[in-house]
């Protein structure tokens, strides 16, 4: 009877529960398809706010991140956690990580963690194919370094494969230094240009002229000649290849020839690059022959009412100063040729209190010995100081200033490139932070003139094009370039053991 009782109870029991189950089963399933519809509704209307916010995004070509952005504008000089927008080779937008992730979308970006990137480097005076000639004549005075080795050198050994090899070695220093514009004074100027267009930097070629021989040429006629076809007919297809002229100096070319130089670069609009007041025995020449000083010499001649970039002027009278401001001459310090061939120091903190626009070079890697912007950007900080008895002159905002912005004006270029702003041209670097000379950090200004060093440059834009990422230069064959800087050097051992 117990057991029926139980059994009954159990029954009931059990029938409660199944009921109680299903119920519960149910209510599951209502909960699983209400979650379900959820989720779909979440789901759909997620993908339609992404949806908006991409249709938002402005695609571009490249993102290029730095945890400093040192833009050299007036207004924002550095942003942190920062990135440049670029299409077509032109900067878009800069602004906060943030800002650019809200508005742009790239094909490609390149990070910037413990990185600095800023603008490229200008490197306002060089020739850049005597980086073959680097280490052959050193601890030489200026004169008897140029007409007993360089000029000599340069007759016997310059010819197109030697400028073509020269000049590919040259832009790989640059692009691997952060250099990516440059003012060049070499010869064979259309063999120059090619390997400009091919190696991805941008420069204002100056084709040379002089008034003896010189490689290609017998004299000052066929010189210019060449200067004005190369002028007038030598097209860039990318736009980066600036023709100009350039005649090598007041000492050694002609008053009847500075004023031709003079009249056509006018007509055709086109800049003069010259040496100008670089040595004490130049003063001695100038003074000889036309009893004025250099500066004051070309000036009668109507040379500064040009597009005029004058590489050295270590020593202007005042009033040279003066005119060098008012006809907005640009004037290329080259601090390490100076010293080297012991043509003294430049006024430069002068010039720049009087309003002369400073760019900074490097000149040949034969008065250097390389293309290392940075050791004239430290030494330009330094060597004013030290002169000066004075440790406030060229502070480091100053130097930077020079060797980028200022340097594009002072040069013509500061309309496309030296700062990063909008509109300007795509050309950037990325400099490593992660070194143990660039730890650690309170301004990022100090270490870009006084720690970083050119093997630092990790990233080289010229035109929102990359020419180096991560280290690996892109737009040349390292091996392949060195190998043939290395063919010349050894025919000219051979065949300077054979002089002998
Ligand atoms: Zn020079």
Request: charged fraction near 20%; charge should be negative.
């Amino acid at each position: 009877m117990l057991k029926t009782v139980i059994f009954k109870d159990i029954v009931a029991q059990t029938t409660k529960n199944k009921v109680i189950l299903m119920k519960i089963k149910i209510r599951i399933e209502i909960l699983y398809f209400a979650k379900l519809l959820i989720s779909a509704l979440v789901i759909s209307l997620s993908a339609q706010t992404l949806g908006a916010t991409a249709q938002k995004l402005n695609p571009v070509d490249l993102i290029v991140h730095g945890r400093y952005v040192v833009t050299m504008a007036q207004d924002n000089p550095v942003i942190e956690n920062g990135a440049v927008a670029v299409r077509n080779g032109i900067i878009v937008a800069v602004g906060t990580d943030r800002e650019i992730a809200a508005g742009f979308s790239a094909k490609r970006e390149i990070d910037g963690k413990d990185r600095i990137l800023l603008p490229g480097l200008i490197n306002g005076h060089t020739h850049t194919a005597m980086v073959l000639f680097r280490g052959m004549a050193d601890d030489l005075a200026l004169m008897e370094w140029l007409q007993n080795y360089i000029f000599p050198m340069e007759a016997q050994f310059v010819d197109v494969e030697f400028i073509e090899a020269g000049m590919n070695l040259a832009c790989l220093e640059m692009i691997r230094g952060g250099t990516t514009s440059f003012v060049d004074m070499y010869f064979y100027a259309n063999t120059g240009a090619d390997v400009i267009e091919s190696c991805g930097l941008r420069a204002i070629l100056g084709s040379p002229s002089i008034d003896f021989p010189s490689p290609g040429f017998e004299g000052w006629d066929d010189s210019f000649a060449a200067a004005v076809d190369f002028v007038k007919n030598r097209k860039s297809i990318s736009g980066r290849v600036i023709p100009a002229f350039a005649p090598h100096a007041p000492y050694t070319v002609s008053v009847e020839h500075l004023t031709q130089v003079s009249k056509i670069a006018k007509e055709l609009d086109a800049p003069i690059s010259i040496h100008l007041s670089e040595d004490r025995v130049e003063l001695a020449l100038v003074l000889d022959r036309y009893n004025t000083t250099p500066i004051k010499h070309v000036a009668s001649l109507g040379l500064l009412e040009n597009n005029l970039i004058v590489a050295h002027v270590v020593h202007p009278t005042d009033e040279e100063i003066g005119l060098l401001a008012k006809y907005k001459v640009g004037v290329i310090h080259n601090p390490t040729s100076n010293l080297k061939t012991a043509a003294g120091v430049s006024p430069v903190p002068k010039m720049l209190s009087q309003g002369v626009r400073v760019g900074l070079g490097t000149d040949g890697a034969v008065s250097n010995n390389d293309l290392n912007m940075w050791e004239e950007i430290r030494l330009a900080a330094l060597i004013h100081k030290g002169v000066n008895y004075d440790a406030t002159v060229m502070p480091a905002e100053i130097v930077m200033n020079i060797a980028t912005k200022g340097g594009a004006e002072a040069v013509g270029l500061g309309h496309l490139v030296g700062d990063i702003a909008i509109g300007k041209r795509a050309d950037l670097i990325q400099v490593d932070l992660s070194g143990p000379h660039m730890t650690p950090l309170y301004n990022v200004i100090s270490h870009l003139v006084y720690a970083v060093s050119s093997s630092d440059v990790v990233t080289t834009i010229v035109d929102g094009n990359i020419l180096m990422a991560d280290g690996k230069v892109l737009s040349l064959d390292e091996e392949i370039v060195r190998q043939k800087a290395n063919e010349i050097a050894a025919r000219i051992t051979r065949a300077l053991k054979k002089n002998k």
